[in-house]
């Protein structure tokens, strides 16, 4: 039987090279190229242009702590913290197409309540925790009967997460989810 060769035995730790399969270079090749990038990465200088790697660390702050919100909201508003209204053609009474966001005992979410015509409605919303007192907001829309719920981030830049539109005859009212959003270690959203 032939003998295999195994350098130094390097590989006996890896699953893959347990098993007695014969050696294959191009796991040597990998091996070659691993050994010259470490070599090449001990020899050379990390220092910035005042000679020493501690300078250069201490130019940046670190990265606050995130401090999430408290689950619970200590005092709940009975009037609502952001509304859209726009007035319907209904010539005969007067009614409104009006989007209310409501607190509700848990921080991070609002109950919305809709309205259009005679047309109720209601849905929750959850905002992401990104630090701060949350701070929801409704910009309105392409159509006349439509709005985008959202939030303001922590670089006060609108964040959409909901549409609220009446349907083309009138006879709908939807809420439709728009985008999701995951917060970062820096408090920044970044969308799914």
Not at 11 to 24: G, K, T, W
Not at 35 to 40: D, F, H, V
Not at 155 to 163: A, N, T, V
Request: charged share 25%; hydrophobic share 35%.
């Amino acid at each position: 039987m032939r003998r295999l060769f195994r350098p130094f035995n390097l590989f006996r730790s890896f699953s893959q090279f347990r098993s007695s399969q014969p050696f294959r270079p191009s796991a040597l090749v990998v091996l070659a190229f691993a050994l010259a990038g470490t070599l090449s990465s001990c020899h050379s200088s990390a220092a910035g242009p005042t000679g020493s790697v501690t300078d250069s660390a201490s130019h940046t702050p670190p990265l606050p702590m995130f401090k999430r919100n408290p689950e619970d909201r200590p005092a709940v508003k009975k009037e609502p913290v952001a509304e859209y209204r726009v007035r319907t053609d209904d010539k005969l009474n007067e009614s409104w197409f009006s989007v209310r966001l409501y607190e509700t005992s848990r921080t991070m979410r609002y109950r919305v309540a809709l309205e259009f015509e005679g047309l109720t409605g209601e849905d929750t919303i959850r905002l992401p925790d990104l630090g701060t007192v949350p701070q929801p907001a409704i910009e309105k829309g392409k159509d006349k009967y439509s709005c985008i719920i959202g939030l303001l981030d922590n670089d006060h830049k609108f964040r959409e997460m909901k549409m609220v539109y009446v349907t083309e005859k009138g006879q709908n009212l939807k809420i439709t989810t728009l985008k999701h959003y995951v917060v970062t270690e820096n408090y920044r959203l970044v969308g799914e």
